[in-house]
């Protein structure tokens, strides 16, 4: 059972996504330093973000070309809007 153990969570868009666990239980010494875990959270935060943004944007970027087919009067096929 370790003594001190260390928990760092991913928080995106308001809700945790993972959280990083770690201990030393193995080798018996102390934790050191987390500023490198903190860094690597960020940046897999700053992942996850860019990469949600990307799906919305491509969800909006086909709301609207459908939506601009439909103004233009475009017609429908089965390989949709033409």
Known sequence: MPNVVVAIHIVVDGMIEAVLYGDHVLAGEPIGSIKGLNL???????????????????RVEEYYRVWTELRI???WNDRGFV
């Open 40 to 58: 690597l959270t960020i940046e897999a935060r700053l992942a996850v973000e860019r990469n949600s943004l990307q799906v919305e944007l491509q």
């Open 73 to 75: 009067g475009g017609t």
